[in-house]
């Protein structure tokens, strides 16, 4: 019998809400407890990439659950770290050379701030320390990346903790922070970078960091071409170093292995995790430039980046049975198409009425719900319209992520995020415009009445 739920003990996020209890998965659809079918149109958190209950990585697992699941990265090394780790540097841009195996998202980026201020004070250059991110991005909910992220709501009670790290505005063409319109505005949300590295002092300056094409905090956003080879261009000319936060982008949620790879650049560290282990296990990876690996090998040649789950067996084992999956099924191929195929038939949301934006790369796609699309209004916060959209579709049998609110400076805004598993078909495609259609107008009719 389902338990009350003030007897359950866990804390949830919100505690005024009544959580669906899923069961099991399979495939592209979650059932809860009743065994009501949902499909998971966000893959849990952009996690989900191949699917659930796939036999092949629960086989990997017990096989190496029987061998060892755990050894000490600190004393030893392992086989199946190794392999991981050879795989993602040949997945990755040319010039990577070594990789830190971790535990999610917010632990490499914090490893990541890490590694780029050891390499500056292996250089000699004990000043730089300071990371550069921008507004309304998301790197994490420990404190070093939560001072990173620039989402307004999640950092602001914890403003006495946090970094002193500067932000600079986001790529966001849909509301251009400087009002103007792509390409007569010279890309100069890249130029702010520039800026914002001259005011702080370029001497204190370690690393930017940025998420390629942004995830739930501008669902979907995705720069002009020129704009990454701009800021590798600003990096480059006061040695920076550059961080590709790809913890959602990576191994093919966007069509390509790495988000970074749309723009042609090779960044100094690439960050990556959900996907990675597609949700079988908590793993993520630090990617580290060889230019990087060099200067610690000439220097110290030790790092502190330890934690004790750091590149444990068992969680190499199915981060290496799931990108040998993706390989050998050409899921990312599959991602790229299918994500034309779903911004195809989401096309017709647009005729909603209240829809504005629809964005994304591969099988990361956002949509913004504006009052007026002419004038890019958006609604008031208390008409809550991502909540009631979200609500609306899980009722219909379709899971999706609420985005931040972040027009008018982070007070409202409305926007959702899709990321199916990469398996998913063009019919699956097709019931899941169909259900966020009907959503979408129910929302709309309730909202004009
Ligand atoms: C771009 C990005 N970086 C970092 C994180 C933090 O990852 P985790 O929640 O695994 O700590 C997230 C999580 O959503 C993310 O989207």
């Known amino acids: 019998m389902r338990q ?19 069961e099991r998965g399979e495939g592209i659809y979650l059932y ?20 659930h209950g796939v036999p092949e990585i629960a086989e990997a697992m017990a096989r190496q659950a029987r061998k060892a699941t755990f050894i000490y990265s600190g004393l030893f090394a392992n086989e199946p770290a190794t392999q991981l780790a050879g795989k993602l540097i040949e997945m990755a841009p040319a ?24 390499y500056h004070l292996e250089r000699g250059n004990a000043s730089k320390y300071k990371v550069i991110a921008r507004r309304q991005s998301y790197h994490g909910n420990t404190l070093a990346a939560l001072s990173l992220s620039g989402r307004i709501q999640w950092r602001r009670p914890f403003v006495p903790y946090l970094q ?60 002009p071409p020129e704009y990454y080879e701009i800021i590798r261009q600003i990096c480059d000319k006061y040695d920076i170093l550059m961080i590709s936060d790809e913890t959602i982008t990576g191994v093919g949620r966007t069509g390509l292995p790495f988000g970074i790879d749309h723009w042609g650049i090779t960044p100094d560290i690439i960050v990556t995790g959900k996907g990675l282990s597609g949700g079988y296990t908590p793993l993520a990876a630090v990617l580290v430039h060889e230019k990087i690996v060099e200067a610690i090998r000439r220097g110290s040649a030790i790092h502190t980046q330890g934690y004790t789950y750091a590149a444990n067996p068992l969680s190499a084992t199915v981060g290496l049975a799931v990108l040998e999956y993706i390989e050998k099924r050409e899921l990312i191929e599959r991602s790229a198409q299918m994500g034309t195929r779903l911004l195809q038939e989401l ?59 972040d027009a008018e400076g982070g007070t409202c805004g409305d926007q959702i995020l899709l990321a199916p598993p990469f398996i998913i078909t063009e019919d699956q495609i097709r019931e899941m415009a169909d259900i966020l259609a009907a959503a979408v107008g129910e929302v709309r009719d309730s909202v004009a009445a």
Do not use: W
């Open 164 to 223: 002193d790290f500067p932000h600079i505005d986001p790529p966001y063409c849909y509301r251009c922070p400087y009002g103007k319109t792509y390409p007569s505005c010279g890309i100069a949300c890249a130029g702010d970078l520039e800026r914002t590295v001259e005011f702080e002092g370029p001497e204190y300056i370690s690393a930017f960091i940025a998420e390629p094409i942004v995830g739930a905090s501008l669902p979907g956003v995705a720069p």
């Open 4 to 22: 009350a739920i003030d007897r359950d003990a866990l804390l949830y996020r919100d505690m005024t809400k009544r959580y669906i209890r899923m």
């Open 95 to 118: 010039g990577m050379s070594k990789v830190l195996l971790l535990s999610g998202g917010s632990e490499a980026t914090e490893t990541a701030v890490k590694v780029a201020r050891q």
């Open 347 to 405: 096309d017709r949301l647009r005729g909603a009425g209240i829809v504005g934006d629809i964005r994304g790369r591969g099988l990361l796609v956002g949509i913004e719900f504006v009052r007026d699309p002419a004038t890019r209004e958006p609604f008031p916060a208390e008409a809550h319209v991502t909540s009631r959209i979200v609500d609306a579709a899980l009722r219909r049998g379709l899971c999706i992520l609420p985005g931040m609110a």
């Open 32 to 51: 809860d407890q009743e065994g009501h079918r949902y499909i998971d149109g966000c893959g849990g958190a952009a996690v989900v990439n191949i699917g």
